[in-house]
């Protein structure tokens, strides 16, 4: 059974990080890419950052350039988001995602806040 479990959120301050993960099961983790995505309310999920198979490549959604890291440890079956400088902007249910040729798979997601 494909799990994909996300945990780490919360609500933080302007200015905080958090460092979400997501531990995955059921399937041949390091073949897939992963990816974070996000959805505020009353907008369309986007893409936030991805990271290829072997964690040799890095994609990152603009507003999060030099903010955010993702990274995956293949022995673990786990990637990671790392948020410093968090702005309420960045307030949203964050999922992750596997992906490899047209096989998607899809986390329930965290909650993140980002508030005073």
């Known amino acids: 059974q494909v799990q994909l479990v996300e945990s780490g959120g919360g609500l933080v301050q302007p200015g905080g990080s958090l460092r979400l993960s997501c531990a995955a099961s059921?399937?041949?983790?390091?073949?897939?890419?992963m990816s974070w995505y996000r959805q505020a309310p009353g907008k369309e999920r986007e893409l936030v950052a991805g990271?290829?198979?072997?964690?040799?490549?890095?994609n990152y959604e603009d507003s999060v350039k030099g903010r955010f890291t993702i990274s995956r440890d293949n022995a673990k079956n786990t990637v990671y988001l790392q948020m410093n400088s968090l702005k309420p902007e960045d307030t949203a249910l964050y999922y992750c995602?596997?992906?490899?040729?047209?096989?998607?798979?899809w986390g329930q997601g965290t909650q993140v806040t980002v508030s005073s």
């Open positions: 059921g399937f041949t983790f390091s073949s897939y890419a």
């Open positions: 995602n596997a992906k490899l040729l047209t096989i998607r798979y």
């Open positions: 990271v290829s198979s072997t964690g040799g490549s890095t």
